[in-house]
């Protein structure tokens, strides 16, 4: 699937951005290296500052998505994972914040 997404054009960005979005939710989910996760994540934030025709409700949805991933991909994590959560869940609903909250309570299954 992930080939699939990397491949196809889109007429509307916000397909494109979605896409993106669950791009990175899959290399996150297959456990890819730290390099290939941070790389990816550079790149789609590069992505959604280029000019587009993207309001701002998804390109700051997806700005919040990037950042809890590079969060949960650091080696060392300044803030306690309860705190982590508290903080995900007050933050207005965003694109995959279910699915941000999930790696975040696995994560703390896991400590």
Known sequence: MMDYLHQLQ???SS???RAKGMILKGYFE???SYDIIHS???SFNTYLN???DFQ???LSANKR???YVQIFIRQTN???INQLIAKIEKEKDFQFKQWVLEKAQIIKANQ
Do not use: Q, W
Request: proline share 8%; glycine share 4%; with cysteine.
């Open 10 to 12: 889109y007429l509307d």
């Open 15 to 17: 397909y494109g951005v």
């Open 30 to 32: 297959e456990k890819k």
């Open 40 to 42: 990816y994540c550079k």
């Open 50 to 52: 280029k000019d587009r």
């Open 56 to 58: 701002i409700d998804p």
């Open 65 to 67: 998505l990037i950042k």
């Open 78 to 80: 300044k803030m306690p």
